[in-house]
């Protein structure tokens, strides 16, 4: 085997991540929160850059919801300050009890064990072993635990939380608590013809019980829970002008980023290369910065157009449907990375006239139907859902009937297994669970 050693030329391609490239990657991924998040961690590190936060300045969705709000203000954060948190909602109420030591300690170890739902989570036998304490006054303290507000805390099964409410609920159908109790799972299952056929009861009277049930809360104690709303203010605007679409950057979410005027007097500290070389690095790093800043705008608004390019039926029409798109389409529109496109919509929003929506909200697949190369699982979905809505309850459509009403009215080639996994994520039950006696 021979071996020649030389010196050879040759010419590849190749893509070098400077660090100005990797700095407007890394911007154009982050949400408005992480991006202002990072930009004050520049400033703390470079002297040079001035950072003026314009969201204060932005009044507009300020003011217009305190137009609406001053007055009911006062009640609504009262409301929601009423307890920080369900169990010290529930320990406010023990100071009129008298409890010996070990009843006081099994009380607070019950209240640990409650979760933000209301629900006993674990096993009586279980605590008593691992704190010795006497199961009968585990279960002693857990009936005081059950007597408390907010009505049904401390249950171990939701058919537990729905008995412990009704108890304390004297107008309510008849037989309600017996059939909750003898036959909960066949009336959970909506198979009420077995439930009429044992009991004597005719279907109207437990779709009576059914429909008084649903006004019971099954999840008591997230009324307590301590969550504070998230306003989303958007990273675009779309609006129509002339019958034309036209893209607004929200430029007063983000602090404008400039060179501060107080860095000359560092480079007329005489001859000092090292000062020199430090100012001239920093005042580099802010023009970066704000190089990368535009360029992420420039394309987050490239991006928007392409989007309503594509979707031309969802902006220009009633209807609002959506046609197939991916990430690939809008890259190859814009000949740029799919992965740019994934970083500029990731976390991002857009105000239309229609509502707000998440960018990723536009991008739809196929439906698996050689018919159906322009649907979207996003429009069968859509369609779906108003079937549902605008069926007779006491004959509900049934999946296969759906997909042949599709096929028939809309050309939508969906199989009667398709119909049943999109009825599925969008949480709508089968037929059999919708229908009504009444």
Same mark, same amino acid.
């Not at 991540?17 to 407007?24: F, G």
């Not at 300020?62 to 948190?85: A, Y």
């Not at 959506?322 to 496109?341: C, G, Q, R, W």
């Given at each position: 085997?021979?071996?020649?050693?030389?010196l050879f030329q040759e010419q590849t391609l190749k893509l070098t991540m400077t660090k100005e490239l990797q700095q407007a990657i890394t911007l154009l991924q982050y949400s408005t929160v992480d991006? @202002?998040?990072?930009?004050?961690?520049?400033?703390?590190?470079?002297?040079? @850059?001035?950072?003026?936060?314009?969201?204060?300045?932005?009044?507009?969705?300020?003011?217009?919801?305190?137009?609406?709000?001053? &007055?009911?203000?006062?009640?609504?954060?009262?409301?929601?300050? /009423?307890?920080?948190?369900?169990?010290?909602?529930?320990?406010?109420?023990?100071?009129?009890?008298?409890?010996?030591?070990?009843?006081?300690?099994?009380?607070?170890?019950?209240?640990?064990?409650?979760?933000?739902? !209301?629900?006993? *989570?674990?096993?009586? &036998?279980? @605590?008593? /072993?691992?704190?010795?304490?006497?199961?009968?006054?585990?279960?002693?303290?857990?009936?005081?635990?059950?007597?408390?507000?907010?009505?049904?805390?401390?249950?171990?099964?939701?058919? &537990?939380?729905?008995? +412990?409410?009704?108890? =304390?609920? /004297?107008?309510?159908?008849?037989?309600? &608590?017996?059939?909750?109790?003898?036959?909960?799972?066949?009336?959970?299952?909506? *198979?009420?013809?077995?439930?009429?056929?044992?009991?004597?009861?005719? +279907?109207?009277?437990? =779709?009576?019980?059914?429909?008084?049930?649903?006004?019971?809360?099954?999840?008591?104690?997230?009324?307590?829970?301590?969550?504070?709303?998230?306003?989303?203010?958007?990273? +675009?605007?779309?609006?129509?002008?002339? !019958?034309?679409?036209?893209?607004?950057?929200?430029?007063?979410?983000?602090?404008?980023?400039?060179?501060?005027?107080?860095?000359?007097?560092? @480079?007329?500290?005489?001859?000092?290369?090292?000062?020199?070389?430090?100012?001239?690095?920093?005042?580099? $790093?802010?023009?970066?910065?704000?190089?990368?800043?535009? $360029?992420?705008?420039?394309?987050?608004?490239?991006?928007m157009y392409e989007i309503i390019r594509h979707q031309h039926e969802f902006f220009y029409s009633k209807n609002q449907i959506l046609k197939p798109l991916t990430l690939k389409d809008i890259a190859?529109?814009?000949?740029?990375?799919?992965?740019?496109?994934?970083?500029?919509?990731?976390?991002?929003?857009?105000?239309?006239?229609?509502?707000?929506?998440?960018?990723?909200?536009?991008?739809?697949?196929?439906?698996?139907?050689?018919?159906?190369?322009?649907?979207?699982?996003?429009?069968?979905?859509?369609?779906?859902?108003?079937?549902?809505? !605008?069926?007779?309850?006491?004959?509900?459509?049934?999946?296969? /009937?759906?997909?042949?009403?599709?096929?028939?009215?809309?050309?939508?080639?969906?199989?009667?297994?398709?119909?049943?996994?999109?009825?599925?994520?969008?949480?709508?039950?089968?037929?059999?669970?919708?229908?009504?006696?009444?």
């Amino acid at each position: 085997m021979n071996m020649k050693v030389g010196l050879f030329q040759e010419q590849t391609l190749k893509l070098t991540m400077t660090k100005e490239l990797q700095q407007a990657i890394t911007l154009l991924q982050y949400s408005t929160v992480d991006l @202002i998040s990072y930009l004050q961690e520049v400033t703390l590190e470079n002297p040079l @850059i001035d950072f003026i936060d314009k969201s204060n300045s932005n009044q507009f969705y300020h003011n217009k919801r305190k137009q609406h709000t001053d &007055e009911k203000q006062n009640w609504i954060e009262n409301v929601s300050r /009423k307890g920080s948190s369900l169990h010290e909602h529930l320990r406010s109420q023990l100071f009129d009890f008298h409890f010996s030591s070990v009843e006081r300690q099994a009380m607070e170890i019950l209240i640990d064990a409650v979760d933000s739902n !209301g629900y006993m *989570t674990e096993d009586l &036998e279980n @605590i008593s /072993k691992k704190f010795a304490i006497p199961l009968e006054v585990l279960e002693k303290q857990l009936h005081v635990l059950q007597s408390l507000d907010p009505v049904g805390v401390g249950a171990r099964s939701l058919q &537990e939380c729905l008995l +412990l409410q009704l108890k =304390q609920i /004297k107008d309510k159908p008849a037989y309600t &608590e017996f059939i909750l109790r003898e036959y909960f799972k066949p009336f959970a299952e909506k *198979t009420w013809k077995e439930i009429s056929k044992k009991t004597g009861l005719s +279907l109207k009277e437990i =779709q009576c019980i059914h429909d008084f049930i649903q006004t019971l809360n099954p999840r008591p104690g997230l009324q307590y829970e301590d969550t504070h709303p998230n306003y989303i203010i958007p990273d +675009l605007i779309v609006e129509e002008k002339h !019958g034309e679409w036209v893209v607004f950057y929200n430029d007063d979410l983000l602090p404008q980023i400039r060179i501060s005027a107080n860095y000359e007097p560092l @480079i007329e500290m005489g001859n000092d290369s090292e000062i020199k070389s430090y100012v001239a690095s920093k005042i580099q $790093q802010c023009r970066w910065l704000v190089k990368s800043l535009e $360029q992420r705008k420039d394309t987050l608004v490239k991006v928007m157009y392409e989007i309503i390019r594509h979707q031309h039926e969802f902006f220009y029409s009633k209807n609002q449907i959506l046609k197939p798109l991916t990430l690939k389409d809008i890259a190859d529109s814009l000949f740029i990375h799919e992965s740019t496109v994934s970083r500029a919509v990731k976390d991002k929003y857009v105000q239309t006239p229609f509502g707000l929506y998440e960018l990723k909200y536009f991008f739809t697949n196929r439906v698996a139907s050689n018919d159906l190369e322009d649907t979207s699982a996003a429009n069968v979905k859509q369609m779906i859902q108003k079937l549902v809505e !605008g069926e007779d309850k006491k004959r509900p459509l049934s999946d296969q /009937k759906i997909a042949d009403f599709l096929k028939k009215e809309y050309n939508m080639s969906v199989s009667r297994r398709t119909v049943a996994k999109y009825r599925d994520q969008l949480n709508i039950p089968a037929s059999s669970i919708r229908k009504r006696y009444e």
